[in-house]
């Protein structure tokens, strides 16, 4: 609560609590300090009792809370380590009249311990979702089959790349404006590697222009290793696959010019795209390619979704490489990732649930239990 609620008054008759203790609250990051003290004897009619603090070397308290009558133990959980702090903690009647203060004999400084015991129940989860990984990969290098939803864009590869070729015009990918570090990036060339194989197969002319010359080396080294792996290394052209400018309209403004000259008949936008998402789909449209985008950046999705065929959204984007390879391992991982998920939304359903409950009955032991689970399983 605001300080100024409780603005300083007269001391009545009300009894201060007693004998105020402050320890270092154990196996924390440093950033807590525990406070108990002995009730004042008109605990009953109180209205509360207000916490405060002050560093050191600070002049004035501040308010940290006002816990409920009854309460002698609150931690404070909103200091610095190798901080020194003094505290109050005074006895509200109702009218806001505050006793006398009883206040910590000396400062007490917060330590950081080897071992945050806060974050336990991240651990116990991490556990969960780790185990769930590996037992599915080890399933998955078994043999046993892992059920992958059918992802329409990823199966609309093979009919973009074949109208391209029927209709004797090239395949146009474009790998987003970000550098090789960005994960979407990342991504979006996994799914080159498919494009590229198809693309061989089918003798169809791939085009790769980049905004990054780290981008445009890992697509020249995919796209090699595709034609590779399709048996002809001969149709490889490294001059396809070629730098720009690391200037963003620069690059559409090129991509633009591509395109209405050179008439792509499949356009693929898979990457980290911001503004020029819709100036490119938009232009694929014109020239009548069809056109599959893929992104985890939210803000551009609609544009996707409004111009291009088919649209990869957000998880199916990075679940690509797994769907089109059939690799055990990325399998195995996108299958353990479901426990993580089904486990968190069970958590949400029941937290719902249980909030509701504890909102309409009143329930102590079920707004305790919710209280739990907010403050120490999921901080």
Request: one cysteine or more; proline letters at 5%; glycine letters at 8%.
């Amino acid at each position: 609560m605001c300080a100024a609620i409780f603005a300083p008054v007269l001391y009545g008759q009300t009894a201060p609590p007693a004998n105020l203790n402050a320890v270092d609250h154990p196996w924390d990051n440093g950033t807590r300090i525990d406070l108990s003290w002995s009730l004042s004897t008109n605990d009953t009619t109180l209205s509360g009792y207000l916490v405060r603090k002050k560093a050191a070397n600070e002049a004035e308290f501040t308010t940290v809370e006002i816990v409920p009558p009854g309460t002698n133990r609150y931690t404070v959980s909103t200091v610095n380590p190798e901080t020194s702090y003094l505290f109050q903690v005074i006895a509200v009647a109702p009218g806001n009249a505050e006793s006398s203060p009883a206040v910590t004999a000396e400062p007490i400084m917060p330590l950081m311990e080897w071992f945050d015991g806060t974050r336990v129940w991240f651990l116990f989860l991490l556990g969960v979702f780790s185990s769930a990984v590996l037992a599915y990969i080890a399933l998955a290098r078994r043999g046993v089959k892992m059920k992958v939803r059918a992802i329409p864009g990823l199966k609309a590869i093979d009919e973009a790349v074949g109208r391209a070729t029927e209709m004797g015009r090239s395949c146009l990918f474009i790998p987003g404006v970000q550098d090789i570090n960005d994960i979407q990036t990342i991504a979006g060339l996994n799914v080159l590697s498919r494009i590229a194989t198809t693309a061989a197969e089918y003798d169809a002319k791939l085009e790769v222009p980049t905004s990054k010359s780290l981008v445009m080396t890992a697509a020249r080294e995919t796209v090699q290793a595709a034609f590779l792996t399709a048996g002809r290394p001969d149709a490889y052209n490294a001059d396809d696959i070629y730098y720009v400018t690391d200037e963003q309209f620069g690059y559409v403004a090129y991509l633009q010019g591509l395109m209405v000259r050179e008439k792509p008949a499949a356009c693929f936008y898979l990457g980290h795209f911001f503004a020029e998402s819709l100036i490119l789909a938009e232009a694929g449209n014109s020239v009548g390619a069809i056109q599959i985008a893929g992104t985890a950046e939210t803000t551009q999705l609609p544009f996707f979704v409004a111009a291009c065929d088919y649209t990869l959204i957000g998880e199916e984007f990075f679940a690509a490489s797994a769907y089109l390879s059939g690799e055990p391992d990325q399998l195995g991982t996108l299958k353990g990732q479901d426990v993580g998920k089904i486990i968190v939304m069970a958590g949400i359903v029941l937290g719902v649930i249980g909030a509701t409950i504890a909102s309409i009955t009143g329930s102590p032991a079920i707004q305790s239990l919710i209280d739990f689970f907010t403050n120490t399983v999921l901080t």
